[in-house]
């Protein structure tokens, strides 16, 4: 299958990133090479370092950027981006974007294991190396399971689908995304079917363990604001309550500035602000971004610009 993904938000994430024809910018998802090439096609003396863990995609978007010398490819986690300037000898860059979502090739391919649409092997990947999905639940304790369903899931029944998957591995390994479907419906009261698949919560929370999604977040939201340079924009795109209140706590603490205690009659902390949100509120896809890509719908863009 040819790798195809979305842009999501794509016009608002470029002009969010105020892009210059000589600056220096990273996207960190590079996926298809959608957000990149037009990145890419803006800059002249500028430069585009595009990274990608998967490569499926880092094959896809080095074909995609071929047109545009500006532009250069590296398969890493975007968590390493800082290595990556680093070995590149790049100290500062004027703009970041993350899509933190799954690419629609990820979810279409049946062989990856993401969907719980089409039976197929057990994986998640997105590097395509280290422990799959099938790993994971065939191999961590119930207990396990179960946190990794209900935290990076917020699914109620978490502790139910995380017995009535050791109860199904007893038999014999769990290798399936039908199978794990099939588990996890049958765990649920039907009225808790009725609503969407039941599978997404667990599909989900599965994904990110497997993926260390959070644990990438994290690092990079603590990594990457350093190498901006004054006025430059942090932009990322989120697709669940869990990277988006990451975002906007680490943003918000960027934003902020004295920490003294209200009683006191003037600041002794000296704290000023680091950065300013462009938009108050996450940006959200477009009626018309929504007719033409239903994925889209839980996207928010949250825009920081280094003061």
């Known amino acids: 299958m040819e790798f195809q993904h979305f842009s999501v938000l794509l016009s608002e994430c470029i002009e969010g990133l105020a892009i210059r024809p000589d600056g220096i910018y990273v996207d960190g998802t590079a996926g298809g090479g959608g957000h990149s090439s037009e990145i890419a096609r803006r800059l002249t003396a500028g430069r585009l370092i595009a990274l990608d863990k998967d490569p499926d995609a880092v094959a896809a978007a080095t074909k995609r950027l071929e047109p545009f010398p500006a532009a250069e490819v590296v398969q890493t986690d975007f ?19 993350l899509d933190l979502g799954v690419s629609s090739y990820q979810l279409d391919s049946a062989e990856r294991g993401f969907s719980y649409h089409q039976d197929a092997p057990l994986d998640m990947r997105m590097s395509k190396s280290g422990p799959s999905a099938r790993d994971v639940v065939n191999s961590w ?57 039941p599978a997404k919560k667990t599909f989900q929370a599965i994904r990110i363990a497997v993926n260390g999604e959070l644990d990438s977040l994290s690092r990079v939201l603590d990594s990457a604001f350093e190498r901006l340079a004054p006025g430059g924009r ?74």
Request: some cysteine; hydrophobic content about 40%.
């Open 141 to 197: 304790s119930p207990e396990d399971l179960a946190r990794v369903i209900r935290e990076f899931g917020e699914e109620k029944y978490a502790w139910s689908i995380a017995k009535n998957i050791e109860k199904a591995r007893r038999t014999a390994p769990v290798e399936t995304t039908g199978q794990l479907a099939d588990i996890v419906r049958s765990s649920m009261p039907f009225s808790a079917r009725r609503d969407g698949n």
């Open 234 to 307: 942090f932009c990322i795109i989120t697709f669940h309550s869990l990277e988006d209140r990451m975002v906007k706590q680490k943003f918000a603490d960027l934003c902020k500035g004295c920490v003294c205690p209200p009683e006191f009659p003037v600041c002794v902390c000296g704290r000023l602000p680091r950065a300013r949100l462009i938009s108050r509120k996450p940006i959200e896809p477009s009626e018309e971004e929504l007719a033409v890509n239903r994925r889209s719908r839980s996207a928010k863009l949250r825009i920081l610009e280094k003061l």
């Open 79 to 97: 968590a390493d981006m800082t290595a990556v300037l680093d070995r590149l000898s790049i100290l500062q860059v004027d703009g970041i974007l």
